[in-house]
């Protein structure tokens, strides 16, 4: 073999030696290899405590003052990276970072740390925080924010329909705002976050009560207004039914707007039925209001969901006209089905009641009338009971007898004068009451003659 042979032999040796300390050296470095970064900060050559405590007094003075502002309008609510409970796992990042290029066997940690001097390698901080705590906290801001939608009214004053606009609600979407200020946190950007807000819109326009400017459909009845407590409990029902909006599609209930018929509500005593006579009870008269009610609803074309006739008739109305309310069981209630709002008005003048439906009237050539028809007549038995204490050709009602009837009633609309539909109305039933009439049969005294004295006659 050539001395130069020999020559390049021992240099290749000598390379391979070196070769193999450096990469001995650099695989089992006890440092973090050259060209590695957390969250781009180089690490390269440092212990993981080293790391770790370089990190930590980078980022940590950010994290600190790093405050991100929440704003609506000209408001704003400051939301700090440490309230939010924000923190970084430095202990797993510094690890990752150490063991590249320090696990495994020789040859993939060779790889490694060559494939991070040419390339390097940025491990990112894992993070977390709080989330409920954000959510709370913009819960309490929604608070400040939140506007409760306001719907245009309605009132009749005199002849004329007085109108206020509606107003505009708004509400912070909680979730949609959280997930802003979430990706705020994870960027650890604290630019402000301007907050997810809604407009809630109201119910009740004006465009929508504007369309209120026909009279559907109205009616009266007569009471006795000497009779003071059942007209006081006439009037109180009457304007708890009065200035009431009813929406498209809606379903009005009697019950649910006059409420309980209680003393502490101001009800009085007055007439009421009650096992087929009339005795004085709580609330007496307010039927007369449904009653007045329920025919206003018929003549408006009102769909009828519920109603029940009385027991017995009613001298304020006709048969099968009238409608009983009772407890919270017994209702008066109607559909409007016209498409538009209605306003109910409900009155009481001298001895009337009396209630109006306004609505849209697009046919003013439709008309809608009431027929009835009596299919059913059945009169009271009366018994006679004599009685030994009255004087004889006297007559005493001891019970108030009622007729029976069945009768049928029909809704006929009519438009320009001719009948396009027949409604059957539900049937109408009222009990038969049996009477009972005291006759007197005690016989008059006989008027005692005075004897006279014959006796000076005779003299």
Not at 94 to 117: C, D, P, Q, S, W
Not at 165 to 179: A, F, Q, T
Not at 241 to 247: E, G, P, T
Not at 268 to 290: F, R, T, Y
Request: a negative charge.
């Amino acid at each position: 073999m050539s001395k130069g042979i020999k020559i390049g032999i021992m240099i290749i040796v000598v390379l391979l030696v070196i070769s193999v300390v450096l990469i001995n050296t650099m695989v089992n470095s006890n440092g973090i290899h050259s060209n590695v970064t957390i969250n781009g900060i180089n690490v390269g050559g440092l212990t993981p405590s080293q790391a770790e405590n370089l990190i930590k007094g980078k980022i940590e003075p950010t994290i600190d003052n790093s405050v991100i502002n929440l704003k609506f309008n000209e408001k704003s609510w400051g939301l700090s990276f440490r309230d939010a409970g924000f923190r970084y796992e430095y202990k797993d990042a510094v690890t990752k970072a150490y063991n590249t290029g320090h696990t495994g066997n020789m040859f993939k940690r060779l790889a490694e740390v060559i494939a991070v001097l040419f390339n390097g390698v940025d491990i990112a901080l894992d993070y977390s925080y709080n989330d409920q705590y954000i959510k709370n906290k913009l819960e309490q801001i929604s608070e400040e924010i939140v506007q409760e939608p306001k719907d245009a009214t309605i009132v009749l004053e005199g002849e004329s329909f007085v109108l206020t606009d509606e107003v505009e609600g708004r509400k912070l979407d909680v979730d949609k705002s959280c997930n802003l200020v979430k990706a705020r946190l994870e960027a650890a950007d604290n630019a402000d976050v301007e907050l997810v807000v809604d407009v809630v819109q109201p119910e009740i326009k004006r465009a929508d009560l504007e369309n209120i400017k026909d009279n559907l459909g109205e009616y009266s009845t007569k009471f006795n207004a000497a009779d003071s407590d059942r007209t006081h409990n006439i009037r109180i029902a009457t304007n708890s039914a009065s200035h009431i909006l009813v929406k498209p599609g809606e379903i009005f209930s009697l019950n649910k707007n006059i409420g309980p018929r209680l003393a502490k509500f101001g009800y009085k005593l007055a007439n009421v039925i009650v096992k087929d006579e009339l005795v004085p009870g709580i609330g007496g008269g307010v039927c007369q209001v449904s009653s007045t009610l329920y025919n206003a609803a018929l003549l408006s074309n009102m769909k009828i969901i519920e109603r029940k006739n009385h027991i017995l008739p009613s001298s304020y109305i006709a048969l099968g006209r009238d409608a009983t309310i009772s407890g919270d069981y017994i209702d008066l209630k109607f559909e409007n089905t016209t498409g538009y709002p209605v306003y109910l008005y409900g009155e009481v003048r001298g001895s009337w009641v009396k209630f109006a439906i306004y609505g849209r009237n697009d046919n003013p050539g439709r008309t809608v009338k009431i027929k009835t028809e009596v299919i059913k007549q059945t009169p009271p038995q009366i018994s006679i009971v004599e009685d030994p204490t009255l004087p004889e050709g006297t007559e005493l009602e001891e019970k108030k007898a009622y007729t029976g009837y069945v009768v049928k009633s029909y809704r006929v609309v009519m438009e320009n004068g001719k009948e396009i539909s027949v409604e059957e109305l539900p049937l109408s039933t009222y009990k038969v009451v049996n009477g009972i009439k005291r006759v007197g049969t005690k016989k008059a005294d006989s008027p005692q003659v005075e004897a006279e004295d014959y006796s000076e006659a005779q003299q």
